[in-house]
């Protein structure tokens, strides 16, 4: 029995966690050299609100009744501090466009921002209930922002100081950098505690501005053009976002989202709105035809895509997706999101096999599985949800994972480029086995990533749609073409080769070794996870439960494969297999010079031999595919609100 | 129960070599009749991996024993997922995996030869991944389950309502197989302009590995052919069986008619096939259903 004790100092903590960061954000802006005062800052304070997260979390997820953690009905106050905090991101925006002649992006700004501003202002929007509410599934999203996000934070202190020591073109404003950090994280707490639908679209907002902000961070002409592709795509979405808040208060009298959800009954013009904050989600989550600002993003310092990438942002696109799922169940847009979300997992996979840029193929991977994540959103079943929460889950870990071994593999390397990380298990051996257990985590059998893949497969073939089967069977085949030619090249033993320096700071290894043991972690802990995280949102999102999706036997099966990963390295050290066998050279058809990258050719030459990754640049190249991919998306985007939107008038 | 599973993967774990080390060497004296060869003895591949397993290995460095090794394990752990009667998608799943492995063990070496049958190898799965995935979506429209053990009960046999998947997976059964056309990695034949391709730095009891792999690979992908066929009738088997030896034959045969081809147009004709038969054959259960 919970007392009403405990309960007001959860809600306190969930004050704290939406407005701490910001104030973290302003004492980091304060620390202007990187110093070990500020990485303390960051360190102390990171771990402060990752406890908090924590422990609203796991309160959540333990109470028996989740209808209690709701509150602020009076906001007279907040709703003044909202509007002013509103016209201020229009000013900065229509500022910094003026500064840098994009003049579109005002226009973007002004049309979302002005007309919620006049219907606040002029009293019409509809005074809501409770303003704040925390369920299963915030407690969820709670734990992803609270460890993924604050590892990143942490991640970036120490990073943004070797950042600039191999940056010197680029201005220092690495405080202004981590303060954006946290503003971002506080958005997203404020965000996923969110039920208003004002709240949700100013903080929707912030995020737009503050990814605006750190992918300009280096202002080189290319950082300042992705930065602004980046703003005007998400304020678009923003305009639609605005667009669906003005519906739901004017017409439908709702100013909550969960009202919405559970409105589904009530009127028919409720898919109105779903429709215009799907469109919106669509350009958070970065899907065909809006994926070029997330390309774009990766100008920026990498402890941003990781952020961008894994916890925050495009999250929140599919957070908003899985939160209307229901209603989207058997509707014109429950289908066409679906087959935005399954084309934009296979073409965006074809895609990641041309690139050799690790970021970019890490930004192209991140594409495609929110497609699938998008795609089992729209199918609005049981099953299509629990596989969405799964992938959010895992690809939030191993994402961000990635991102943080590939920015130190070019701390060390100078080169991210994934041709460069050839023999990367005799450079950066520490480096390389994390980075392994990261593209394992992606796409190999007993882990997560692959368990929800899974999921999602069953979810799809139940619910009868075949256009998604066929796009998730040969998106998978090409999804494991370029993982594992990756791994493939990570794990190249050239002779001859030696060991870099490992210059990583011990606050990067802080917020890694967490993430690497979760992705193994989770591999075991997934029938928990699903029977006391996704289980319940499920029972709050369709008031019902399903029977386990991946159980029984199988479970037991994944966790002997788990077993036999990690016992065959272990077994074959034990057992000396190989140790008695004789070394030689590998075969090059010439005499090989002994380093694996030379031959001496039949008159007696050295010759230099080097052996590229496929790329298939000509068939799937970006060049010939992603315009066709954009249009064809565009249009179905079109089709979609001209026709639901449209046809509701 | 759990003692009949252990029993029957067990069978599999004992007898798929002899089975798999027997197709072979039928392979081998089918294709020379064909050639108009006499052809090896039928059981030359006991022999050659018996002689392989007798001579030193040479390596070309350690990891490569590692990867060879959970290779093969993670290959007999599959085939044994699927005659134990486990869910058809964890087996396609632990396949790729096993796959996976091997490529790795080429990507190892750094050879030259080594890393482009690794990187077509790849290729080659990534040209049949997406029809195994069906094959078990395709049984499970049939019957309604992935677990082998309720397909074997079917009252009728899967073939009756998924031929489209059959054809298709016959077809992808000729890159499994490693048969020309489509064998673009390594192929049983020496002195071509790949070498060995993905088994060229192998020796001794490394090779001698990945042939006994490939063996109970064979009986996997006979397995499954024989699941298109069985049903709860005993005599059923003998159908299943009978399928196999065509199906085997068949490969055996278009070995022998077509040279190899470019790995672009394998990756056309294999996905185009798939999505011909496969596809339409899932509409169409689709609608009906």
């Given at each position: 029995?919970?007392?009403?004790?405990?309960?007001?100092?959860?809600?306190?903590?969930?004050?704290?966690?939406?407005?701490?960061?910001?104030?973290?954000?302003?004492?980091?802006?304060?620390?202007?050299?990187?110093?070990?005062?500020?990485?303390?800052?960051?360190?102390?304070?990171g771990?402060?609100?990752?406890?908090?997260?924590?422990?609203?979390?796991?309160?959540?997820?333990?109470?028996?009744?989740?209808?209690?953690?709701?509150?602020?009905?009076?906001?007279?106050?907040?709703?003044?501090?909202?509007?002013?905090?509103?016209?201020?991101?229009?000013?900065?925006?229509?500022?910094?466009?003026?500064?840098?002649?994009?003049?579109?992006a005002?226009?973007?700004?002004?049309?979302?921002?002005?007309?919620?501003?006049?219907m606040?202002?002029?009293?019409?929007?509809?005074?809501?209930?409770?303003?704040?509410?925390?369920?299963?599934?915030?407690?969820?999203?709670?734990?992803?922002?609270?460890?993924?996000?604050?590892?990143?934070?942490?991640?970036?202190?120490?990073?943004?100081?070797?950042?600039?020591?191999?940056?010197?073109d680029?201005?220092?404003?690495?405080n202004?950098?981590?303060?954006?950090?946290?503003?971002?994280?506080?958005?997203?707490?404020?965000?996923?505690?969110?039920?208003?639908?004002?709240?949700?679209?100013?903080?929707?907002?912030?995020?737009?501005?503050?990814?605006?902000?750190?992918?300009?961070?280096?202002?080189?002409?290319?950082?300042v053009?992705?930065?602004?592709?980046?703003?005007?795509?998400?304020?678009?979405?923003?305009?639609?976002?605005?667009?669906?808040?003005?519906?739901?208060?004017?017409?439908?009298?709702?100013?909550?989202?969960?009202?919405?959800?559970?409105?589904?009954?009530?009127?028919?013009?409720?898919?109105?709105?779903?429709?215009?904050?799907?469109?919106?989600?669509?350009?958070?989550?970065?899907?065909?035809?809006f994926?070029?600002?997330?390309?774009?993003?990766?100008v920026?310092?990498?402890?941003?895509?990781?952020?961008?990438?894994?916890?925050?942002?495009?999250?929140?696109?599919?957070?908003?997706?899985?939160?209307?799922?229901?209603?989207?169940?058997?509707?014109?847009?429950?289908?066409?999101?679906?087959?935005?979300?399954?084309?934009?997992?296979?073409?965006?996979?074809?895609l990641?096999?041309?690139?050799?840029?690790?970021?970019?193929?890490?930004?192209?991977?991140?594409?495609?599985n929110?497609?699938?994540?998008?795609a089992c959103?729209?199918?609005?079943?049981?099953?299509?949800?629990?596989?969405?929460?799964?992938?959010?889950?895992?690809?939030?870990?191993?994402?961000?994972?990635?991102?943080?071994?590939?920015?130190?593999?070019?701390?060390?390397?100078?080169?991210?480029?994934?041709?460069?990380?050839?023999?990367?298990?005799?450079?950066?051996p520490r480096?390389?086995?994390?980075?392994?257990?990261?593209?394992?985590?992606?796409?190999?059998?007993?882990?997560g990533?692959?368990?929800?893949?899974?999921?999602?497969?069953?979810?799809?073939?139940?619910?009868?749609?075949?256009?998604?089967?066929?796009?998730?069977?040969?998106?998978?085949?090409?999804?494991?073409?370029?993982?594992?030619?990756?791994?493939?090249?990570?794990?190249?033993?050239?002779?001859?080769?030696?060991?870099?320096?490992?210059?990583?700071?011990?606050?990067?290894?802080?917020?890694?070794?967490?993430?690497?043991?979760?992705?193994?972690?989770?591999?075991?802990?997934?029938?928990?996870?699903?029977?006391?995280?996704?289980?319940?949102?499920?029972?709050?999102?369709?008031?019902?439960?399903?029977?386990?999706?991946?159980?029984?036997?199988?479970?037991?099966?994944?966790?002997?494969?788990?077993?036999?990963?990690?016992?065959?390295?272990?077994?074959?050290?034990?057992?000396?297999?190989?140790?008695?066998?004789?070394?030689?050279?590998?075969?090059?058809a010439?005499?090989?010079?002994?380093?694996?990258?030379?031959?001496?050719?039949?008159?007696?030459?050295?010759?230099?031999?080097?052996?590229s990754?496929?790329?298939?640049?000509?068939?799937?190249?970006?060049?010939?595919?992603?315009?066709?991919?954009?249009?064809?998306?565009?249009?179905?985007?079109?089709?979609?609100?001209?026709?639901?939107?449209?046809?509701?008038? | 129960?759990?003692?009949?599973?252990?029993i029957?993967?067990?069978?599999?774990?004992?007898?798929?070599?002899?089975?798999?080390?027997?197709?072979?060497?039928?392979?081998?004296?089918?294709?020379?009749?064909?050639?108009?060869?006499?052809?090896?003895p039928?059981?030359?591949?006991?022999?050659?991996?018996?002689?392989?397993?007798?001579?030193?290995?040479?390596?070309?460095?350690?990891?490569?024993?590692?990867?060879?090794t959970?290779?093969?394990?993670?290959?007999?752990?599959?085939?044994?997922?699927?005659?134990?009667g486990?869910?058809?998608?964890?087996?396609?799943?632990?396949?790729?995996?096993?796959?996976?492995?091997?490529?790795?063990?080429?990507?190892?070496?750094?050879?030259?030869?080594?890393?482009?049958?690794?990187?077509?190898?790849?290729l080659?799965?990534?040209?049949?991944?997406?029809m195994?995935?069906?094959?078990?979506?395709?049984?499970y429209?049939?019957?309604?389950?992935?677990?082998?053990n309720?397909l074997i009960?079917?009252?009728?046999?899967?073939?009756?309502?998924?031929?489209?998947?059959?054809i298709?997976?016959?077809?992808?059964?000729?890159?499994?197989?490693?048969?020309s056309?489509?064998?673009?990695?390594?192929?049983?034949?020496?002195?071509?302009?790949?070498?060995?391709?993905?088994?060229?730095?192998?020796?001794?009891?490394?090779?001698?590995?990945?042939?006994?792999?490939?063996?109970?690979?064979?009986?996997?992908?006979?397995?499954?052919?024989?699941?298109?066929?069985?049903t709860?009738?005993?005599?059923?088997?003998?159908?299943?069986?009978?399928?196999?030896?065509?199906?085997?034959?068949?490969?055996?045969?278009?070995?022998?008619?077509?040279?190899?081809?470019?790995?672009?147009?394998?990756l056309?004709?294999?996905?185009?096939?798939?999505?011909?038969?496969?596809?339409?054959?899932?509409?169409?259960?689709?609608?009906?259903?």
């Amino acid at each position: 029995m919970k007392g009403a004790n405990t309960l007001a100092n959860i809600l306190n903590v969930v004050n704290f966690l939406i407005l701490f960061p910001f104030i973290m954000a302003i004492i980091i802006g304060l620390l202007k050299k990187a110093s070990p005062l500020r990485s303390a800052v960051i360190i102390i304070g990171g771990f402060t609100i990752m406890a908090a997260a924590i422990y609203v979390a796991v309160n959540v997820l333990l109470s028996g009744n989740k209808a209690d953690f709701v509150y602020l009905e009076n906001t007279e106050l907040h709703n003044h501090i909202v509007v002013a905090l509103e016209v201020f991101l229009m000013v900065l925006v229509c500022f910094l466009s003026i500064k840098y002649k994009k003049f579109y992006a005002i226009i973007f700004s002004l049309v979302g921002t002005i007309p919620v501003l006049w219907m606040d202002l002029t009293g019409r929007a509809v005074e809501g209930l409770n303003h704040i509410r925390i369920d299963t599934f915030a407690a969820v999203m709670y734990l992803i922002v609270g460890v993924v996000g604050i590892l990143i934070c942490i991640y970036a202190s120490g990073y943004m100081k070797d950042y600039h020591h191999h940056h010197t073109d680029v201005q220092d404003r690495s405080n202004y950098f981590l303060a954006l950090m946290f503003v971002f994280l506080g958005a997203m707490f404020g965000l996923i505690s969110s039920d208003n639908l004002g709240f949700i679209y100013f903080f929707w907002e912030i995020t737009s501005v503050c990814s605006f902000l750190m992918i300009g961070y280096t202002r080189t002409q290319e950082a300042v053009d992705n930065s602004f592709r980046a703003l005007w795509m998400n304020l678009l979405g923003g305009c639609g976002f605005a667009a669906g808040l003005i519906y739901c208060n004017l017409f439908l009298g709702i100013a909550n989202l969960s009202q919405l959800t559970g409105s589904a009954a009530t009127s028919k013009f409720v898919i109105v709105p779903v429709t215009l904050f799907a469109f919106a989600a669509l350009t958070k989550s970065a899907q065909f035809p809006f994926s070029r600002w997330l390309l774009g993003a990766m100008v920026a310092p990498t402890p941003s895509s990781a952020l961008l990438h894994s916890a925050t942002m495009v999250k929140i696109g599919v957070y908003m997706l899985i939160r209307v799922s229901p209603l989207m169940y058997n509707t014109l847009t429950g289908i066409m999101i679906t087959v935005i979300g399954g084309f934009t997992f296979f073409a965006a996979s074809l895609l990641a096999i041309t690139v050799s840029d690790g970021k970019k193929v890490l930004a192209y991977s991140t594409i495609s599985n929110l497609g699938l994540i998008t795609a089992c959103a729209g199918t609005g079943t049981t099953e299509g949800v629990w596989a969405a929460v799964m992938l959010v889950l895992f690809h939030a870990v191993s994402k961000s994972l990635l991102f943080q071994t590939v920015g130190d593999i070019e701390n060390c390397m100078h080169s991210r480029d994934i041709e460069d990380m050839h023999g990367l298990i005799i450079k950066l051996p520490r480096l390389a086995f994390i980075m392994m257990i990261g593209i394992c985590g992606m796409f190999m059998a007993p882990f997560g990533m692959l368990v929800s893949k899974w999921a999602a497969l069953k979810a799809f073939v139940d619910s009868g749609s075949v256009w998604l089967v066929i796009f998730l069977v040969f998106g998978s085949g090409s999804t494991l073409f370029y993982w594992a030619k990756w791994l493939g090249k990570i794990c190249t033993v050239i002779h001859q080769s030696f060991e870099l320096e490992d210059i990583t700071p011990r606050s990067e290894m802080v917020s890694i070794f967490p993430l690497t043991s979760m992705i193994v972690i989770m591999c075991f802990a997934f029938p928990w996870m699903s029977t006391h995280m996704i289980q319940p949102i499920l029972d709050e999102a369709f008031h019902t439960n399903i029977p386990d999706v991946i159980g029984g036997s199988d479970v037991i099966i994944m966790m002997i494969m788990v077993a036999m990963i990690f016992m065959i390295p272990i077994g074959s050290r034990i057992l000396a297999i190989g140790k008695n066998s004789k070394m030689t050279m590998s075969y090059v058809a010439g005499v090989n010079a002994g380093d694996d990258r030379h031959y001496i050719d039949s008159f007696g030459k050295e010759r230099a031999l080097y052996m590229s990754n496929w790329y298939m640049d000509e068939i799937f190249g970006e060049k010939k595919l992603l315009l066709p991919c954009i249009i064809v998306s565009a249009v179905l985007v079109a089709v979609m609100l001209i026709i639901v939107v449209g046809g509701a008038f | 129960m759990t003692v009949s599973i252990i029993i029957k993967a067990l069978l599999y774990v004992l007898l798929a070599p002899f089975v798999g080390g027997l197709l072979s060497g039928i392979d081998r004296v089918f294709s020379a009749r064909m050639q108009g060869r006499q052809g090896p003895p039928v059981f030359q591949p006991f022999y050659d991996v018996y002689k392989l397993l007798n001579k030193q290995t040479t390596v070309v460095n350690g990891i490569q024993v590692l990867f060879v090794t959970a290779y093969l394990i993670f290959t007999v752990f599959t085939g044994a997922l699927f005659f134990a009667g486990g869910d058809m998608l964890l087996v396609f799943f632990a396949l790729s995996m096993s796959e996976v492995m091997m490529v790795l063990a080429a990507f190892s070496t750094n050879g030259p030869y080594s890393i482009m049958g690794a990187q077509r190898e790849l290729l080659q799965m990534m040209c049949y991944e997406p029809m195994t995935l069906l094959v078990a979506i395709g049984f499970y429209y049939a019957n309604g389950s992935f677990m082998v053990n309720d397909l074997i009960h079917a009252s009728v046999p899967a073939i009756v309502q998924i031929p489209g998947f059959f054809i298709g997976f016959v077809f992808i059964l000729i890159i499994k197989l490693r048969k020309s056309p489509f064998d673009l990695s390594t192929s049983h034949h020496m002195h071509q302009e790949m070498v060995k391709g993905l088994t060229t730095d192998l020796s001794g009891g490394n090779l001698a590995r990945v042939e006994i792999a490939e063996w109970y690979d064979t009986v996997l992908m006979m397995g499954i052919v024989g699941m298109f066929f069985i049903t709860n009738n005993p005599i059923s088997i003998l159908w299943a069986v009978i399928a196999c030896s065509v199906v085997f034959f068949l490969e055996t045969l278009i070995d022998n008619l077509f040279p190899r081809v470019k790995y672009i147009t394998m990756l056309k004709v294999t996905w185009a096939v798939i999505l011909v038969f496969a596809g339409t054959n899932l509409l169409i259960l689709n609608v009906l259903k």
